[in-house]
């Protein structure tokens, strides 16, 4: 799979970059290395991140999946109960 960021994303993390090196590094860093930059930790890091939160999204997935018999349950065969409970059996 392949991660991009929308131009407006990518214009932003550019400018978060370039600020990085200025404010820790005291170093001043241009767009064409800012970019560079980004490609590469958004092609060697971003599929772990990616891929976790996949895994993020199937636990939770799964974790309401298993809420999903309590929350939706119905009782079956309950016809005769609801006589019994009364006292006023159909007999």
């Not at 890091?45 to 993020?56: A, E, I, K, S, T």
Request: glycine share 10%; with cysteine; hydrophobic share 35%.
């Amino acid at each position: 799979m392949t991660l991009e960021l929308s131009k407006a994303d990518r214009d932003q993390a550019i400018a978060s970059i370039q600020r990085y090196f200025q404010e820790h590094l005291d170093t001043r860093l241009g767009n064409v290395g800012a970019g560079g930059l980004l490609a590469f930790f958004i092609d060697e890091v971003g599929p772990c991140l990616y891929n976790q939160g996949v895994r993020d999204a199937q636990e939770r997935l799964q974790m309401r999946v298993q809420e999903l018999d309590y929350e939706v349950h119905a009782d079956e065969f309950g016809y005769w109960r609801k006589y019994d409970r009364t006292g006023k059996g159909g007999r």
